[in-house]
């Protein structure tokens, strides 16, 4: 059983680093993209939205495949065509195709978020202790690797295709071959068990509710950085185009740092004391961004940022899976949907009130919004089991049950 567990872990947590080493390959390269299809300003933001709202419906898709389909069988289907469909953005020549190629990767994507997320779940369940920030940390790196990458092929001029195709080649075939290890949970049996019992499908969206505009205020803060970190070091802190590009970078860093650490904070001290510190630290750091007096004093607010969201957004999946026990699957399909809705609202509101107001002003709003999460953070308290199985670890015949048949 301990090997069975170990290794679906090892193997989704490699199924994270994919993903964040293929996202940041694609999101890192967008003048590029642009380039290649000549895709203009004005047209640009529709193509970058179209990725989040199609993922947010892959996401709705994969809570009712799942009552069919186990997450790990959806998993292994996604994740080659995310990596598939980032060559397809690489190796297209006209609009359509680049559109098609989005699609693809948008759609393929929201059901990856789905079901890493909730192995990642069932199989905290299973250690009986917190683990989700570790696969999530994983996430992290990989995106600095995947960064790291797209800067080799952007100071070398390589082209997409040549930039994406030796990731792929190396990614693809690891990722099939470890999805023989995927671990279920409890699997959709109980959640239908539990629905039938309930009259519908177990979950309580009155309760569900506060984790999704936690999930949302958390995407808000992590998309204000990533779009607008480096405009606002450059263009109000009065920094170099090159000391600009710094904050992300070391956002992504402390991310990691926090992330793999977190687990350890969760364990000692309780899901709910990590997130409201979590919150308080990510509301000082956009605090400092905005009354910052110069490019130094605004990373240090950066650095900050990376700590304090770094731990939102794993324990806010977990504490769906404690809140619906008997219907996990679900709960965590519906709350990644709100993954989605931060990125997209957290772009445009920063720039819209940064254009009507000003670039410090905007910084204070998703700080207000992250300290709302202190109003909410009881909600990442374990809860009573509805269905009557208390907090134990689920059954060795259900924990045991691997996409291969372990």
Not at 55 to 63: D, K, L, P, Q, R
Not at 234 to 259: C, F, H, I, K, W
């Amino acid at each position: 059983m301990t090997d069975v567990l170990r290794r679906g872990r090892a193997s989704l947590a490699f199924s994270f680093f994919a993903q964040g080493v293929a996202f940041a390959l694609l999101v890192t390269r967008i003048p590029a993209i642009q380039d290649r299809y000549g895709v203009s300003d004005a047209l640009l933001p529709a193509f970058l939205a179209a990725v989040p709202i199609l993922a947010g419906v892959g996401s709705v898709s994969t809570e009712q495949l799942v009552k069919r389909i186990r997450p790990s069988r959806l998993l292994r289907f996604a994740q080659p065509v995310v990596l598939l469909a980032l060559i397809g953005v690489g190796a297209g020549d006209s609009m359509a195709e680049l559109g098609v190629s989005l699609a693809a990767f948008g759609l393929a994507v929201g059901m990856l978020d789905a079901s890493m997320n909730m192995l990642g779940v069932s199989l905290q369940r299973a250690y009986g202790r917190s683990i989700m920030l570790s696969f999530h940390a994983v996430f992290s790196l990989g995106g600095i690797v995947g960064a790291s990458l797209a800067w080799v092929g952007a100071h070398w001029h390589l082209a997409l295709f040549v930039s994406y195709l030796p990731v792929v080649v190396v990614l693809l075939p690891l990722c099939l071959v470890g999805s023989r290890w995927y671990v279920d949970g409890e699997g959709a049996a109980v959640a239908e068990e539990a629905g039938k019992a309930e009259g519908g499908d177990g979950i309580v969206f009155k309760l569900l509710l506060p984790l999704c505009l936690v999930m949302t205020f958390a995407y808000i803060g992590d998309s204000t950085v990533s779009n607008w970190s480096a405009k606002y070091l450059q263009d109000v802190l009065g920094s170099s185009e090159q000391l600009a590009t710094v904050p992300y970078n070391v956002y992504m860093v402390t991310t990691l740092v926090g992330r793999a650490i977190g687990d350890f904070g969760v364990r000692r001290f309780g899901a709910v004391a990590v997130v409201r510190l979590g919150a308080l630290v990510a509301a000082g750091g956009f605090a400092v961004v905005a009354v910052a007096p110069g490019a130094w004093v605004g990373m240090l607010g950066f650095t900050l940022l990376g700590v304090g969201l770094c731990v939102l957004v794993p324990q806010t999946f977990a504490a769906a899976g404690r809140l619906f026990p008997g219907a996990s699957d679900a709960a965590v399909a519906r709350l990644n949907v709100f993954n989605y809705v931060g990125f997209l609202v957290g772009s445009a509101l920063v720039g819209a009130l940064g254009d009507a107001w000003s670039y410090r002003g905007a910084m204070l709003v998703p700080m207000v919004l992250v300290l709302v999460t202190l109003v909410y953070a009881k909600s990442f308290g374990a809860q009573p089991d509805r269905y009557g199985g208390g907090h134990e670890r689920p059954r060795t015949a259900d924990v045991g049950r691997g996409s291969n048949g372990l």
